[in-house]
T-cell receptor, first 114, second 108 residues
Framework: DVKVTQSSRYLVKRTGEKVFLECVQD?????MFWYRQDPGLGLRLIYF???????EKGDIPEGYSVSREKKERFSLILESASTNQTSMYLC?????????????FGSGTRLTVV | GQSLEQPSEVTAVEGAIVQINCTYQ??????LSWYQQHDGGAPTFLSY????GLEETGRFSSFLSRSDSYGYLLLQELQMKDSASYFC?????????FGTGTRLQVFP
């Protein structure tokens, strides 16, 4: 069974901390994505990656960075966490090219910044 | 820019049929996808329409009209386990743009 695994289900961090969210997929997918999900706003794309060491900004990249050193791993970094980054973070991957554009999502990391 | 509109909430009873609509505005169009997400869970891919018409997968069907920039997800023979949020999404090159989601509540 294919999987996207996010390292933490729940995280509580303090304002100003550097936060790492890890995502690993076992499907040899080229494309990986980080979204955040907030009530009433749906899923918004933060960053995505076409391949190793490649990254592209999504719609809301401010305050975030990413790292993709290996194909299976895509990390989201909050350089200096703020309370407005409290959210559910979802990682996804997709084979490229994907005719049906079907993403496989991880179970999410609920981050609370206090 | 791109935007997708869905109703925020829909309610129905077990055994009924419900339709969740999605209208979109995109600069280019490559198809419409639907995802289901249960509370606390990950979104899961349901369907994709690249061409006009109806795609059926068991109790779920998805419809697309490109000329109307409109699609819908049809759920038949509703079950309690169908209570979830449903998102439409459109691809923009290699990324997906999601709607804000429709929360479906199924009552006994």
């Amino acid at each position: 069974d294919v999987k996207v695994t996010q390292s933490s289900r729940y995280l509580v961090k303090r304002t100003g901390e550097k936060v790492f969210l890890e995502c690993v997929q076992d499907m040899d997918h080229e494309n990986m994505f980080w979204y955040r999900q907030d009530p009433g706003l749906g899923l918004r794309l933060i960053y995505f990656s076409y391949d190793v060491k490649m990254k592209e900004k999504g719609d809301i990249p401010e305050g975030y960075s990413v790292s993709r050193e290996k194909k299976e791993r895509f990390s989201l970094i909050l350089e200096s966490a703020s309370t407005n980054q409290t959210s559910m973070y979802l990682c996804a991957s997709r084979i490229r090219p994907g005719l049906t554009y079907g993403y496989t999502f991880g179970s999410g990391t609920r981050l609370t910044v206090v | 820019g791109q935007s997708l509109e869905q109703p925020s909430e829909v309610t129905a009873v077990e055994g009924a049929i419900v339709q969740i609509n999605c209208t979109y505005q995109t600069s280019g169009f490559y198809g419409l996808s639907w995802y289901q997400q249960h509370d606390g869970g990950a979104p899961t891919f349901l369907s994709y329409n690249g061409l006009d018409g109806l795609e059926e997968t068991g109790r779920f069907s998805s419809f697309l009209s490109r000329s109307d920039s409109y699609g819908y997800l049809l759920l038949q023979e509703l079950q309690m386990k169908d209570s979830a949020s449903y998102f439409c999404a459109v691809p923009n090159t290699d990324k997906l743009i999601f709607g804000t989601g429709t929360r479906l509540q199924v009552f006994p």
